[in-house]
């Protein structure tokens, strides 16, 4: 996500009220991605030494429509009416483009942003940028040392067969893909230099998408004024459900 989250989260999730509610997903797909269908999610963010953080999220699919020359580009939108164009191709679901309220157009990602490779095969590797959300001064360091203040994530795909129990129910034969990098902190007044290691795991279920999500910013130095933390979010509300 993240990536497609998002980056503030390669899956950014969505408010929406749209209607649909009869929509139903492809039993088979690891990302529905058929207009009208609805997740609900809980958040929760633990960052040290502070109280966590718990929010709900939504995210609906709007519709699918030709756009930047792809005949089938499904929208998804979130609760400020931000936009996420995906595509579904031949070698897996990219995301295209965002558009946020501000704009008038989309900005287009270049290049798309993988979200999952098909066919999505245990050991299938990839890169993809990924924004690291619980550094509370990351995003100002990152931002001098790392385009469009991003860090790169390896993913690899690590289970084809994991049970995920979340409250919207119990998933089987789920994907547990797997994104890590150890992310180098230089050094400051009063500190030496520390690396950071960063890990996310999404679990994708048939017929569901994305189930759940975890992602761990672990600050290996005690002595910095930078925190780390832990996100977790899981889905109470399934598609189709």
């Known amino acids: ?11 950014a999730l969505a408010l929406a009220a749209l209607g649909g ?19 609900q999610y809980s958040v929760e963010t633990r960052r040290k030494g502070s109280e966590p953080v ?13 756009f930047a020359g792809e005949d089938d580009v499904a929208i998804r939108r979130n609760e400020n009416g931000a936009r996420y164009y995906v595509a579904q191709r031949d070698d897996g ?41 619980l550094l509370d001064r990351a995003t100002t360091f990152i931002s001098e040392h790392a385009p469009e203040n991003t860090i790169t994530l390896e993913y690899r795909i690590e289970s084809d067969d994991v049970t995920v129990i979340v409250p919207a129910g119990r998933f089987d034969d789920c994907l547990l893909v797997v994104g890590a990098v150890t992310f180098h902190l230089g050094s400051g007044v009063g500190f030496a230099p520390s690396d950071v290691p960063i890990e996310q795991r999404e679990w994708y279920c048939p017929g569901v998408g994305l189930a759940r999500l975890e992602r761990d910013e672990r600050l290996t130095s005690e002595k910095r004024f930078i925190t780390g933390g832990h996100i977790t979010m899981k889905l109470t509300r399934a598609p189709g459900h």
């Open 93 to 133: 679901y990219y995301r295209v483009a965002m558009k946020s309220v501000a704009r008038h157009t989309p900005i287009m990602d270049q290049p798309p942003t993988k979200i999952l490779p098909l066919p999505a095969e245990v050991g299938a590797t990839w890169r993809e940028p990924a924004h690291a959300y």
């Open 21 to 39: 509610c009869d929509a139903q997903p492809d039993a088979q797909s690891l990302y529905p991605l058929e207009p009208g269908l609805r997740w």
């Open 1 to 11: 996500m993240y990536r497609f989250l998002m980056p503030g989260l390669p899956l």
């Open 54 to 66: 718990r929010s709900t999220r939504i995210m609906e699919n709007v519709e699918r429509s030709y």
